[in-house]
């Protein structure tokens, strides 16, 4: 079963307004990273949050975890219409060649 | 300059023919992989290579024959192609193994069967 299960499964906002998207996730994990994909595109790594580390900052995007709860976070601040995309959490559980195991995304849309 | 690059881009072809996808990766990375997403976006992983070694197959059905002729590149033969099949297949790469570090994503081949 997969591991990343983000919510909500599809945000809409205006242009400038923050957009909130959250991933919940199973088993214990080395990292969580968080991808983008534009339509018809491949997916974009956005940034990695090791399991030992609760908030990192990337330019607009923040990304939180809470390994208590096994979840984490992602606020991209004054959304533009370029952010357009899914939005995927992939989880990289621990032990040897495990695999980084992607969520079903969530498809945010900013309206101009 | 592409850093992973896979052709072809689209491919559309009937039943039970056999089709090849292939990747080149310009990173000087380990580790290749092949994914497959489904019309829902869902995402699963298929195979991953280190260094030409294979180290990842999932419950993938064996018309699915990787190929790794050397660490830059991962070719995927199907055979007998099904409807269900139909799918777009992506090639990434990464240098630091398979559950950490980032993944890098070819553009994706889009596979329709007919």
């Known amino acids: 079963s997969q591991q990343g299960e983000e919510d909500p499964q599809a945000l809409s906002i205006q242009e400038g307004e923050n957009a909130t998207m959250n991933c919940s996730y199973k088993?214990?994990?080395?990292?969580l990273q968080w991808y983008r994909q534009n339509s018809g595109r491949g997916l974009v790594h956005l940034i990695l949050i090791r399991s030992n580390e609760r908030e990192k900052h990337s330019g607009r995007l923040r990304v939180t975890l809470d390994t208590s709860k096994k979840s984490s976070s992602l606020l991209i601040t004054a959304s533009r219409a370029a952010d357009t995309a899914s939005y995927f959490c992939?989880?990289?559980?621990?032990?040897?060649?495990?695999?980084?195991?992607f969520g079903k995304g969530i498809t945010l849309s900013v309206r101009p | 300059d592409t850093a992973v690059s896979q052709t072809p881009k689209y491919l559309v072809t009937q039943m039970g023919n056999d089709k090849s996808i292939k990747c080149e990766q310009n990173l000087g990375h380990d580790t290749m992989y092949w994914y497959k997403q489904d019309s829902k976006k869902f995402l699963k992983i298929m195979f991953s290579?280190?260094?030409?070694?294979?180290?990842i197959n999932e419950t993938v059905p064996n018309r699915f024959s990787p190929k790794s002729p050397d660490k830059a590149h991962l070719n995927l033969h199907i055979n007998s192609l099904e409807l269900g099949d139909s799918a777009v297949y992506f090639c990434?790469?990464?240098?630091?193994?398979?559950?950490?570090?980032?993944?890098?994503f070819g553009e994706g081949s889009r596979l329709t069967v007919l």
């Open positions: 992939a989880t990289g559980p621990t032990g040897a060649n495990s695999k980084l195991t």
């Open positions: 088993t214990s994990i080395n990292n």
């Open positions: 990434a790469s990464s240098q630091a193994g398979t559950s950490t570090g980032e993944l890098f």
């Open positions: 290579y280190n260094n030409k070694e294979l180290i």
